[in-house]
């Protein structure tokens, strides 16, 4: 940003140039206003991320990763082995489910697969939410309320669908809490989340739970695999597409696994995988390594529900990115009277100002910016002039910029890494990464910034090759499709 000499308590100055070297705006104000300048420029160093700083993430990325393959707790990402060594193929046949459990709703799926030729025959899914008070009851009520619900909608079966005499129906359960995964098809609750607390599931296997209940409620299913959401997203971008080799989830929070050599996992002992291959888990929410960061960051971080940990999920993704920019802006507020006399009660709330609402003003293209108007008024209590309206815009983009471009070096890690270990397998041919969640889906601005990182991390040829994918859904249908390919009986697919 550059001041102009100008008369006294009136400066004129312009606010960052766009590409091109063009001013975007030109601006005169008070001098009073003039206090939050400094502000804006000082985010917009910490928060800059030019190619040396998105080259300096993506090798810390591949380097933590590998330390975390080396030895359980070698570095901030867990690197948590899923189990899955055989990916869908196409050729499935027959009837699977999938249970999703991740919330406060659970989701049923039914799939008849037809194989090669006719693929997905027919699919149909249920959703129910769960009861407050069963978040708080016994492990036994939860998982017979699921097993009932299950038990409901195999009934409501219409003629499509068929299933073997003699065998069970399977389930690809995708159970979105930390577990610590002992085969494809067990895995320890380490503790609950999101609001739950349920008694007596910590340390049990959650698929015997699941399994008994469904036993009690005379129920012929059993579960064939279970499955991080993440997983489930590769696997069921896979069922379309072979090159698919990485899944990303940008949404409330953040994760991503993908498709690693079992010889390069020195941690994996006794594990004999026919494929030579396995998914990796990677957690990579806790990366750490060399982000920049700024004051509002750290504050956050401190006032957090968990402090020090999560930190790249705290910077790239949409639980945080406008409690991040409402930082800003009460820091702003304070120092200069740009939104008038004092703070307004609303903008002192923590979380009010939610990503959508960043990303509605972002996409304002009224002269007067009438919605950042509306949405500053409403939502955190701001009365604005078109100056200070414009100054909030930048600070938005600097946030968004910041968390896109650094997502896109984090994939460029992971790519980068499995690279490493195949040369040419990805970079010298089509390589997919399969996104899901509703910031990548709902926010363009975000989505080009971090496509924007990875092409400039890897070039204008490479990143030809380097595909990212948005996959709605798809770890549902990914779950089932895991049943089948980790199916307990006899198959030919
Ligand atoms: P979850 O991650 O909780 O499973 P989703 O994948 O649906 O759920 O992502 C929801 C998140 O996506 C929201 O918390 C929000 O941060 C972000 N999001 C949703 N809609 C928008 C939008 N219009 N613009 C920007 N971000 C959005
Ligand atoms: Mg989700």
Request: proline share 3%; with cysteine; glycine share 10%.
């Amino acid at each position: 940003m550059s001041v102009t000499a100008s008369p006294p308590s009136v400066r004129s100055f312009t606010l960052s140039r766009s590409p091109r070297g063009i001013p975007r705006f030109r601006m005169t104000v008070r001098s009073s206003v003039v206090s939050v300048a400094p502000i804006l420029t000082k985010l917009q160093k910490e928060c800059a991320t030019p190619l040396p700083v998105l080259r300096h993430v993506a090798d810390a990325m591949a380097a933590d990763m590998r330390a975390g393959l080396a030895v359980d707790g070698g570095s901030d990402l867990q690197m948590i082995l899923s189990y899955v060594d055989s990916l869908p193929t196409g050729n499935e046949k027959g009837l699977f489910y999938a249970l999703d459990l991740g919330g406060t709703n659970f989701r049923v799926l039914r799939v008849q697969l037809g194989g090669k030729d006719e693929r997905v025959v027919a699919t149909e899914f249920d959703q129910v939410s769960i009861p407050q008070e069963l978040m708080f009851g016994t492990s036994e009520e939860l998982f017979d309320f699921i097993a009932s619900g299950l038990a409901k909608f195999a009934k409501k079966e219409g003629g499509k669908y068929h299933l073997p005499r003699g065998r069970k129906r399977e389930i690809g359960f995708t159970f979105s809490f930390p577990v610590k995964q002992t085969s494809v098809d067990s895995g320890i609750l380490i503790k609950w989340t999101k609001g739950f607390a349920v008694s007596g599931t910590a340390g049990k296997d959650v698929v015997a739970c699941l399994n008994e209940a469904m036993q009690r409620q005379g129920l012929d299913m059993q579960v064939s695999a279970l499955v991080n959401d993440t997983v489930g997203t590769l696997a069921g971008a896979r069922y379309w597409d072979d090159d698919v080799m990485v899944a990303v989830i940008l949404g409330t929070g953040t994760n991503a696994c993908y498709v690693e050599c079992v010889d390069a996992i020195p941690k994996l002992k006794g594990h004999n995988s026919t494929s030579g291959r396995t998914i990796i888990n990677t957690e990579w929410g806790a990366f750490s390594n060399g982000l920049p960061l700024t004051q509002f960051d750290r504050e956050m971080d401190a006032e957090s529900i968990n402090p020090g940990e999560q930190i790249f999920e705290k910077t790239i993704s949409g639980m945080y990115l406008g409690e991040i920019v409402r930082r800003v802006l009460v820091k702003m507020a304070e120092a200069g009277d740009l939104f008038g006399e004092s703070v307004p009660e609303k903008l002192s709330t923590p979380f009010v100002l939610r990503t959508p609402d960043i990303c509605a003003m972002q996409q304002d293209n009224s002269q007067d910016l009438v919605d950042v108007e509306s949405i500053l008024y409403d939502v955190v209590g701001l009365k604005s002039n078109l100056n200070a309206r414009k100054i909030v815009l930048e600070v938005c983009d600097t946030i968004v910029k910041r968390g896109g471009r650094l997502a896109g070096a984090g994939i460029v890690g992971i790519l980068q890494k499995m690279e490493e270990e195949s040369k040419g397998l990805i970079y010298g041919k089509r390589t997919v990464v399969a996104m899901d969640g509703g910031l990548y889906e709902h926010f363009s601005q975000y989505r080009s910034y971090l496509q924007d990182a990875v092409t400039e991390l890897l070039g204008s040829e490479i990143s030809k090759n380097v595909v990212i994918e948005h996959t709605k859904d798809g770890s549902g249908i990914g779950a089932a499709l895991l049943a089948a390919s980790n199916s307990k009986y006899e198959h030919d697919f």
